[in-house]
């Protein structure tokens, strides 16, 4: 009420036997339409993960628009029936693209109006993304949820059998000592977080889970399997402007390189027999941002287990928070 905000939900044709199977919802950060890409490596590989969703029954959106290019903007509005008419959200989106999160907007994802009309009708969600829900489900108390610990990193080196210690310490000098014990970069762990946790899973009907994979965005890496590339889009003279496109060849062949290798891993999981029996939702929450030749504002949309009708009437990806509720009875 404080911030005006304003919902526009969708209404979707619900199905006459519903099983409130498992729904999973994979957030996949950054990710780019493989046409724009193609566009730029001239290579069929770009279209791999299009033609697996295909051949496994998904039906694909693979040119999905977003009302916004910024994480916190497009997740929060996506968990909150669309805030596209809100007049905070638009002047947000055009005046703030340089920090990764707000109080302002913690509140608004931890407390989302998704979760609580889910809670209402006895579905169970978890987060394996950025936050916890308030009123979500404890799956595993040793999840760590970035957007809650901003300038902490997760301790994966010390009290790694000591849960007491890595619970108190979480937000101390330590978890910077030990984010410098390992040449790998912070954000690796959290990806491995999520593909353990997605791969290790059993979902149970009546049970909503949200994943966040933090890839194909920088940095460029993980662990031995895809060593750091560093790199930057501007030249290093420069300030970075987030309000320009870069024209950056070698950046786009590296964002191109390290999309497959993580398109790959997220194959691999999805491939298992388990998942034959949920409801599935893949989006990136925008596309690649502040390079010429891609629009950050257009992604894939990918669903498993819906009726074509309903996902044709999505506008935008901020329209699945309706889709994920009207799912369940």
Known sequence: KK??????????????????????????????????????????KDFEFDNFLKTQGFILRPNFKTHSQQTKVSLTSMFNFNLRESKWIQDFEINNNQFSTTPEFNVLFK?????????????????????????????NKDIFYTWENIGFDSFNYLFQENKIFKSFFKKSILSFIDSKLYTNHPIDYERKQNFELLNSISPKKNSFYYFHIDAPHQPFSYFNEFPLIEITLYDINDSYDSSKKY??????????????????????????EKFKDCKIIIVGDHGLRNVTDFDPFSTIGAFYGFNIGDVMKLNEAQDIGSLINQNFN
């Open 111 to 139: 407390g989302n109006l998704l979760i609580d009309s889910l809670s209402k009708k006895g579905i169970k969600s978890y987060s394996f993304g950025k936050v916890n829900f308030n009123l979500g489900s404890d799956y």
């Open 247 to 272: 024209d950056n060849d070698l950046f786009k062949m590296s964002y191109s390189k390290y999309r497959r290798f993580v398109l790959k891993k997220i194959i691999s999981i999805l491939k298992s």
């Open 3 to 44: 911030l005006k905000l304003k919902t526009s939900p969708i209404k979707f044709q619900l199905s006459e036997s519903n099983e409130n199977k498992p729904l999973i919802l994979i957030i996949i950060d950054e990710l780019a339409p493989s046409k724009e890409v193609f566009k730029f490596t001239n290579s069929e």
